[in-house]
C-alpha cells in the first residue's frame, strides 16, 4: 500500500472507535494519527491543492467524529472516513473550474517538488509520472476516485463501492472508462515521449 | 485471438480477473502485435505510477494538534447551539419534578436524570436528546429571559465547576435548584415547598449511573 499510515488492528479500531464516542483525546489522535496520511493523499490527487487538502482532510474528520455515533463498527473507519472525504472533495470541485482539455506534454515539469523517496529518480521517471498525473488530473471526480483507490489504495471493487456509494458495476464501468480515456490521452504522446515510458517501464520492472 | 477481441479483455487482465487460457491467449497475441503490446504497456505502467507515486502527500506536521483543537472548539460550538435548546427541555423537566412532586408522584430520581443526561453529554453525539426537545412548546419570553440569565450562570458555574476539577453532578445539581427558584417565582407556575426534597435534590448524588463519571472524563 501506497501510505505510511500505521496500520490498526480491526479489535484496536473498535476500542479507539469506542473510547473516541466517550470524548477520549488520546483515542481520537490515535485515529487520526494513523489514518490521516492516507486519507490526505487520496484527497491531495483529488483536489490538487495542498492547502485545500489540507483543509477537506480536517474537515472529513471533524465531521466523522461529529456523527461517530451513527458508524457502525461492522466497516472499517477508514472505509467511512474516506467516504465523508470523497463528498468533501465533491463539494469542493463543484466550485472549481474543470482543468482544462488540452494537454500539452511538452510544457510539463520534469517533477513535481519534494520528489525524494523513488529509486527511479531520472529525467524520464519524472516525465513518465508528470504525464500520468496529468491526465489522471482530466478524468471525472468519481473516475479520478475510482483510479485512486483501486490504485493507490489498492481496494476491491466492492470496498470502493461503499465509500463511491454507488454498485459494484458502476464502480467497474468507471475504472474501465477512465483507462480508456488515460489511454485516449497518453497514447497520442510523440514515439520520444513513449520511449521515456518505456525506459520507465523497463526500469521499473 | 484479433486485435479487437484482445481489447475486449484489456479490462479484465488488469483488474486481475481473466482466467487461466484466456489469459495465455492474451498473452501469445500480445507477443506478436506491437500495438496491443505499446497499449497495455501504457496501462500497466499508468498503473504503476499512480500506485507507487507518493510524492507531495505530507500533512503540516501539527495537522493532529490542530484538529483536536478543532474537536475541542466544535464540542463548545455544539453546547452553545444547544444550551438554548437545552435550557428549554431543562425548564420543562423541572417543571415535570415540580407537577409530579406537587401531586406525590415522583421518587426524586427520574425527571431530573433526563435533564443531567442532557447536560453532561454536550459533545458532538448529542443529536437524540436535542430532537427529543424539539417538540416542545415555546417558553414566555419573560420566562425566557429569566432562564436565559439563569443558562449564563451555569454555564459560568459547570465552567469553573469544571476548572476546579469538581463534579459536574453537583454543579448541575446546583444549577437545577436555580431554575427551579426562577420557576418558583413564576406566578402561573404551581406553588413549590421548598422542603420537599425534590426540589433539594433533583438529581441522585450517586454515582452508579455512569453520569458522573462521563463528566469527569470529559473534563481531561
Ligand atoms: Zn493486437
Known sequence: MATNATTITREHERDLIAQAKQGDRVALRELVDSHKERLYGFIFRMVRNQHDAEDICQDAFLKAFASLESFSTEYRFSTWLFTIGYRVCLNNLRRKKPVSSELDFTTLPGSDSGDSNDILESEDAAKAKSMVWACVDRLSPPQRATVLLFYKQELGCHEIARILQMPPATVKSHLHRARACLRELLEPMTDRAYETFRNFAQRAG | ?220
Open chain 2, 1 to 220: 485471438m484479433d486485435c479487437k477481441q484482445a481489447e475486449k479483455l484489456f479490462d479484465a487482465y488488469l483488474d486481475g480477473e481473466l482466467s487461466g487460457s484466456m489469459a495465455t491467449e492474451l498473452g501469445a497475441h500480445r507477443l506478436q502485435c506491437a500495438n496491443c503490446r505499446r497499449a497495455l504497456a501504457l496501462l500497466e505502467v499508468t498503473g504503476h505510477i499512480i500506485s507507487s507515486d507518493r510524492k507531495p502527500e505530507s500533512l503540516t506536521p501539527d495537522f493532529t494538534d490542530r484538529l483536536l483543537a478543532c474537536v475541542d472548539e466544535q464540542e463548545l460550538g455544539n453546547w452553545a447551539k444547544w444550551q438554548h435548546r437545552f435550557y428549554l427541555g431543562a425548564a420543562l423537566a423541572a417543571a415535570a419534578v415540580i407537577v409530579l412532586a406537587f401531586a406525590g408522584f415522583f421518587d426524586g430520581t427520574r425527571v431530573g436524570m433526563v435533564a443531567g443526561e442532557k447536560e453532561v453529554n454536550p459533545s458532538m453525539t448529542s443529536d437524540a436528546p436535542v430532537e427529543a426537545i424539539e417538540d416542545d412548546e415555546p417558553i414566555e419570553p419573560a420566562k425566557e429571559a429569566a432562564l436565559s440569565e439563569w443558562f449564563r450562570r451555569t454555564e459560568k458555574n459547570v465552567k469553573s465547576k469544571k476548572e476546579s476539577g469538581e463534579s459536574l453532578q453537583r454543579a448541575l445539581d446546583s444549577t437545577l435548584e436555580q431554575v427551579l427558584d426562577v420557576l418558583e417565582n413564576e406566578a402561573d407556575m404551581a406553588p413549590i415547598n421548598p422542603d420537599t426534597d425534590a426540589a433539594k435534590t433533583p438529581f441522585p448524588a450517586s454515582k452508579s449511573d455512569g453520569v458522573g463519571d462521563v463528566a469527569e472524563e470529559d473534563g481531561h
